[in-house]
């Protein structure tokens, strides 16, 4: 029997993903033997994750770029000491210091996937340089969505023929799957008993993201809802400040919730009547998961189209497209849904049939596994 292919992914800041947890549950550890890199300076969720699941894995004490040196040294050392067939590197120092490890031990296939859009075009331009670095250190880039590939390919000249097209894939059995213990729990910890409707929103609180457009709506629809109640998720970000000093001066505490982290996605959407989702442009979001699991959840939504959702939501369709920046569209999107329970139930089974064809966790697998035994 032929031995496994040993594919080492590297990381770097990640505290915890259900992403890569999904891709250890669902790999044929007989072709495919997974390992794991961590960049971090301080031990993770995934790091202990994937030491209960018996995953090769290894901490590199990694703060940012004083240490990119001494780390590409010892990724180095730990990727020729695993005999590691394979590198895949996921984020921006990942990149950096895996991809520069893996073309100094000699490795020929050098993965990187592409997690940010335009994002240092736009903020950070120097960064630009080091991406067009990565890009050319890997022998193939995925792009995952093709707003990614799109930049990819038009403004860091990239060839078409480096680049695989793979979303992101999720078990979707996990999201759809309740637990009333833990709905219970959730309602209970964040205090979200209301007789009105509950709308939500997970995101970081960054400029990007849109939220504070999503207020000034609340704002107005708590005229006809008074009992409505706002719960903004992931409530951390270079933009915490202002989002919190429009929440005060705009509605009053008892109107809103914020939660820092909840381990527990599906029994957070779960809280929810409506979900709102409304980046700033078409680019700011790379892929965008949330569009993917407020659908899977079945949570009626109202979205503008950036990353992902370019490719496969529609308007009417599978939720309530609204302009960018418009806090009045998105309050009379709301309203609409709160008010047509068929609407409500039309693009909520229109959507969980999208991401159900789209999205699903063995097509994502497949298209790795693919990728690294092509």
């Not at 950096?96 to 050098?110: E, H, Q, T, Y």
């Not at 509950?198 to 008074?226: D, E, H, M, N």
Request: proline share 3%; hydrophobic share 40%; net charge neutral.
């Amino acid at each position: 029997m032929k031995s496994p292919i040993k594919v080492t992914y590297i990381v770097s800041g990640i505290e915890k993903s259900l992403a890569f947890e999904w891709i250890v549950k669902y790999s044929d550890s007989e072709r495919i033997e997974l390992s794991f890199i961590l960049l971090d300076d301080h031990d993770t969720a995934l790091g202990y994750f994937l030491q209960e699941n018996h995953i090769k894995s290894k901490r590199i004490f990694y703060r940012g770029k004083q240490d990119v040196f001494s780390a590409i040294y010892k990724v180095a050392k730990q990727l020729r000491e695993w005999g590691s067939d394979v590198v895949h590197t996921h984020l921006f120092d990942a990149n950096i210091v895996g991809l520069i490890a893996a073309k100094i031990c000699g490795i020929s296939k050098r993965i990187l996937t592409r997690h940010h859009s335009t994002f240092h075009h736009d903020y950070y331009p120097r960064a630009v340089y080091y991406d067009k670095f990565t890009n050319a250190l890997a022998t193939k880039i995925v792009a995952i969505s093709e707003v990614v590939k799109n930049v990819l390919v038009d403004r860091e000249g990239v060839k078409e023929e480096k680049i695989s097209l793979i979303h992101h894939g999720f078990d979707l059995k996990a999201i759809e799957d309740l637990n009333l213990d833990s709905v219970n729990r959730v309602r209970k910890d964040y205090d979200i008993f209301t007789s009105g409707p509950v709308i939500g929103i997970i995101a970081r609180q960054t400029f990007l993201k849109g939220i504070q457009y999503v207020i000034p709506a609340i704002q107005s629809l708590r005229k006809k809802y008074p009992e409505l109640v706002l719960v903004l998720a992931n409530a951390q970000g270079d933009y915490q400040a202002e989002i919190e000093r429009l929440l005060i001066s705009s509605l009053p505490i008892s109107a809103f919730r914020q939660i820092k982290f909840e381990k527990d996605l599906s029994a957070l959407y779960a809280q929810f009547d409506i979900y709102v989702h409304v980046p700033i442009d078409p680019y700011c979001e790379a892929f965008g998961q949330t569009y993917v699991e407020a659908l899977a959840a079945r949570i009626p939504s109202v979205f503008t189209l950036s990353g992902v959702a370019n490719e496969f939501i529609r308007n009417e369709y599978n939720a309530l497209v609204v302009p960018f920046k418009d806090s009045g569209s998105i309050s009379k999107a709301i309203e609409r849904l709160l008010d047509d329970k068929i609407l409500q139930k039309n693009i909520t089974e229109n959507g969980y049939k999208d991401v159900n064809s789209l999205f699903g966790i063995n097509s994502f697998i497949m298209k790795l596994q693919a990728l690294y035994l092509n």
